[in-house]
């Protein structure tokens, strides 16, 4: 291991507590800019591995594609006792992005896996990659804080003559930089720390400590952008002429729209089309991972990703006399937020429907409005089990940024009231002296609640397999029980609450005790937490 990583081997150990499984020594991340654009980027990570659940710390991951080679690559490990372990490029594995749908088809985004031998308690595991960058956009971040404590990390910028930054600090006190020469700036923050993961909390990457870089050089071309109106500007040019229609599409549209009279019919119709019949699937080479294909193209091959599926229905809805926006935004509810500089951390595109005065709004709750487009309706073409007038529930209370003619305008989304995502049970049982429950028992699902359970259901066919999350929910709540009877309603129609049907019996669920018959009364469900039941803050 090479001497950055053995000067580790002493140091003391971050605060944590009995629990952490691994800890962050050393971070660097230095970035090197030369004069024509192009980026050097060097990072270096040590860990001290503290027990054998280390949260994948043992394996290196590395994202790249055609405009951020990487040029070298290495790990080692320095174990408890016995020689140092190195493993080098040659002996990484190669794939797709790992959970993005449809990663494996084309795309030129790729990931390097790299394992490291004996991560093992006690041993220190640290790697090194550099990679070559030419970004569209000169921008970077320094994300610092991890869900594991950091004892020192450090950054470190150095611009070619007459360059100059910005630095925007989010979630965490402003570092000034030591000038370490001309055009070098160096930052460091110490014993940083985890953010702790609980259950329902929001997304961590949203409320981590990070440093965003906006770089201008000296003739301005490719600069980070200095404001949102000049990202949606930028975002505007690439989808120039993206939406323009074909007598196909146009012929297509029509024959939607003749199904029903009302403008909102037509909207829904459209939007049904986009939903089910385009697939999914992310064709993303160069510049193709931020510009949206044809709206003709994607209509003729009847597949495409987000942005190419907004664009599709953005064409169709044009096609009705219905305008629309583009809208960038990033799932990960609080990475954007009101006080992030201008960045391109999004990664999911929806639309922004500008609604007419015939459209009726009742029913429309993902509905604001604007001063300048007035009722404007947020809607996600991509996710093919929340209804138009709705939104899911990452998207819901996050920002986006709204692409209009005039440039970009970072606006807040929606929150939907709480009642639209819940489950409602009434069941009527009867309880005869033996102890045996019977009786019928009906569910309500709405919002999130019944897109997950519509989602677990998507490719199930037989009715024995669609009660499994009935007999789910049962388990639970009863150690002996028979479902009669079971029906499902509404599964494919993503407008109307999701609704279950269905009979139990439960023999010995009362026991008799003496003279007493002990019931539980909740019968389904819980509504406890052990949140408040641990010693953690």
């Keep these: 291991a090479p001497a950055w990583m053995h000067a580790q081997v002493s140091v003391p150990l971050p605060a944590h507590d009995e629990k952490t499984s ?131 990390a450090h950054y470190t910028l150095q611009l070619p003559p007459g360059w100059t930054y910005k630095a925007t600090w989010l979630n965490h006190a402003e570092a000034a930089p030591i000038a370490m020469g001309a055009g070098q700036w160096h930052w460091m923050v110490n014993d940083v720390r985890a953010i702790k993961r609980e259950e329902d909390m929001p997304p961590w990457q949203g409320i981590a400590g990070k440093m965003v870089l906006s770089l201008s050089p000296l003739d301005g071309k490719n600069r980070g952008f200095q404001s949102w109106q000049e990202m949606g500007a930028w975002y505007l040019r690439l989808t120039q002429g993206r939406r323009d229609s074909s007598p196909e599409l146009t012929q297509k549209v029509n024959d939607l729209a003749s199904q029903t009279p009302t403008v909102l019919g037509k909207m829904q119709a459209l939007a049904r089309f986009v939903q089910r019949d385009i697939r999914y699937a992310a064709i993303e080479l160069g510049i193709g991972g931020m510009q949206p294909h044809p709206a003709t193209d994607v209509f003729a091959h009847r597949y495409g990703d987000c942005k190419d599926k907004a664009t599709l229905l953005s064409a169709m809805l044009h096609e009705i006399g219905i305008e629309s926006y583009y809208v960038i935004i990033n799932t990960t509810r609080g990475s954007v937020t009101a006080t992030t500089p201008p960045n391109l951390g999004f990664n999911h595109v929806i639309l922004a ?185």
């Design 22 to 152: 691994v800890v962050t020594l050393y971070s660097e991340t230095t970035l090197a800019i030369q004069a024509n654009g192009k980026i050097k980027r060097l990072e270096r990570k040590a860990y001290r591995i503290l027990r054998p659940d280390a949260g994948g710390r043992g394996t290196v991951r590395v994202d790249f594609d055609s405009q951020s080679r990487i040029t070298d690559m290495h790990a080692w490990c320095i174990p408890t006792a016995g020689k140092d372990y190195e493993v080098k490029e040659k002996d990484a594995v190669e794939s797709a992005l790992p959970g993005v749908d449809g990663g494996e088809l084309v795309s030129d985004v790729r990931t390097k896996l790299l394992s490291i031998p004996a991560a093992t308690p006690g041993s220190i595991v640290g790697y090194e990659v550099e990679q070559e960058q030419r970004p569209y956009i000169l921008a970077d971040e320094w994300e610092f804080q991890d869900t594991v404590p950091v004892r020192e």
């Design 353 to 537: 429907v500008q609604l007419t005065n015939a459209v009726e709004v009742a029913t429309l709750p993902a509905v604001v409005g604007h001063p300048r487009f007035g009722r404007v309706l947020f809607f996600d073409p991509t996710d093919p089990l929340t209804p138009f007038g709705r939104l899911a529930g990452p998207l819901q209370a996050n920002y986006g940024l709204l692409v209009a003619p005039d440039g970009g305008e970072l606006l807040p989304l929606p929150q939907l009231p709480a009642d639209l995502n819940a489950i409602q049970r009434t069941a009527k049982l009867t309880l005869d002296d033996k102890g045996t429950l019977r009786g019928d028992i009906h569910e309500i699902w709405t919002g999130d609640m019944a897109a997950h359970q519509r989602y677990d259901l998507r490719s199930v066919t037989k009715e024995t397999d669609q009660i499994k999350s009935v007999e789910s929910l049962l388990s639970h709540s009863m150690t002996t029980f028979q479902i009669l009877n079971a029906a499902v309603r509404n599964l494919p129609s993503i407008e109307l609450p999701l609704e279950w049907n269905y009979s139990i019996q439960a023999d010995l669920y009362a026991k008799a005790t003496g003279s007493l018959l002990l019931v539980r009364p909740r019968v389904i469900g819980s509504k406890s937490s052990g949140l408040l039941e641990t010693k953690d803050p």
